[in-house]
């Protein structure tokens, strides 16, 4: 167990294990709010569950969380590369003000 600390890893080693764990925790707690949601509609006998109907609510479910993984993979990235939370909080404001940018301009026409 004293050996495990020494072992010399890179800094990308480390940044990119947390990169990929971050994005398959996200995935993973996705999927169990998909499975919960199901499993409360089979519970409670709600009517209208279809196959079809559950197929086209995944699909709409992991656009969303792919989407949400575009948004978040930078900020966990920067995090870790930066090895502090004041780089993400720059990023994080820079996407506020280009998304109330383009907000205005969209709005406007």
């Not at 398959?24 to 709010?33: D, K, R, S």
């Not at 499993?39 to 709409?60: C, I, K, N, S, W």
């Not at 090895?83 to 709005?107: E, F, K, M, Q, S």
Request: glycine share 10%.
């Amino acid at each position: 167990m004293k050996d495990l600390l020494a072992l010399p890893v890179s800094r990308g080693r480390i940044v990119w294990a947390k990169l990929v764990s971050a994005l398959i925790w996200c995935f993973v707690m996705t999927m169990a709010t998909y499975g919960f949601a199901v499993l409360e509609r089979v519970l409670f006998r709600m009517p209208g569950l279809t196959m079809d109907v559950a197929q086209h609510y995944f699909v709409q479910l992991l656009i969303i969380c792919g989407m949400q993984l575009l948004l978040c993979g930078p900020v966990v990235f920067t995090a870790s590369a930066s090895r502090g939370y004041l780089a993400p909080v720059v990023v994080g404001l820079l996407g506020i003000a280009g998304t109330l940018g383009w907000w205005r301009r969209a709005d406007q026409r």
